[in-house]
């Protein structure tokens, strides 16, 4: 599992954890990272990403993200 934290223009600070999986539309294609890649996947900005944890899901505005970490939880 992998904690993210997306970082807006406004400095504004988001954090999410436990998060097994993202999904996202890139040039009309699904693309899915599973949580082995998580950690070495380029996310893009400026589209929207879908995050999953065992219990939950959440949609993240790209607009206006500057960028986004990535961290390994215990």
């Known amino acids: 599992m992998c904690g993210f934290i997306f970082h807006y223009e406004n400095n504004a ?7 097994i999986s993202v999904k996202y539309s890139h040039a009309g294609s699904s693309v899915t990272v599973e949580e082995k890649e998580l950690l070495t996947h380029s996310f893009p900005t400026g589209i929207d990403l879908h995050l999953f944890s065992a219990t939950s899901n959440f949609t993240i505005s790209g ?12």
């Open 13 to 19: 600070e988001h954090p999410f954890e436990h998060i």
């Open 63 to 74: 607009k206006n993200l500057v960028y986004i970490e990535v961290r390994k939880e215990s």
